[in-house]
């Protein structure tokens, strides 16, 4: 390999620590997709009083991926469920206005982060998330809405 290959790989390796770094330590990172939309990951704190800001505004939707049962089970106020596991899962999104703003939450994050890979595929604008989800969130003592009726 020659010596400007592995330069190339080291700069690399650089600029991704540096991005992890910078993302844990100031709690909200953006990353700009060429052509894809701006996704912003917020930790639990800032995302509740991102989404208690937004409350009212007719261009923010929550939305939890989990199963009917973990909605009931507790869930953000004033998300809508929209099944990760329903086989018209990728149909109900593509149903959403792809212009507004979603904050999307699963349990820890897997089914977010593929969530969201399916949202920028699909032209999405504006995706928040919370690093670990509801786990984090409610690790960090914030308030869940139990038993209502998912949507």
């Known amino acids: ?69 973990e909605f009931q089970d507790g869930h953000i106020e004033g998300a809508v469920n929209i099944d990760y596991y329903s086989p018209t899962f990728v149909i109900d999104l593509d149903k959403l206005n792809k212009t507004k703003t979603y904050f999307v939450y699963c349990r820890i994050g897997r089914r977010s982060g593929e969530a969201i890979g399916i949202m920028r595929q699909m032209g999405f604008t504006s995706i928040y998330r919370t690093p670990g989800d509801i786990v984090a969130w409610t690790a960090a003592g914030l308030p869940l809405v139990k038993g209502a009726k998912s949507t």
């Open 1 to 69: 390999m020659s010596a400007l290959k592995k330069l190339h790989i080291l700069c690399i390796i650089f600029a991704i620590l540096v991005l992890a770094y910078t993302q844990n330590c100031i709690g909200q990172h953006s990353v700009k997709v060429k052509g894809g939309p701006i996704i912003k990951a917020l930790e639990p704190r800032l995302a509740f009083d991102f989404i208690k800001k937004n409350r009212r505004n007719p261009n923010f939707v929550v939305i939890d991926i989990r199963t009917p049962q």
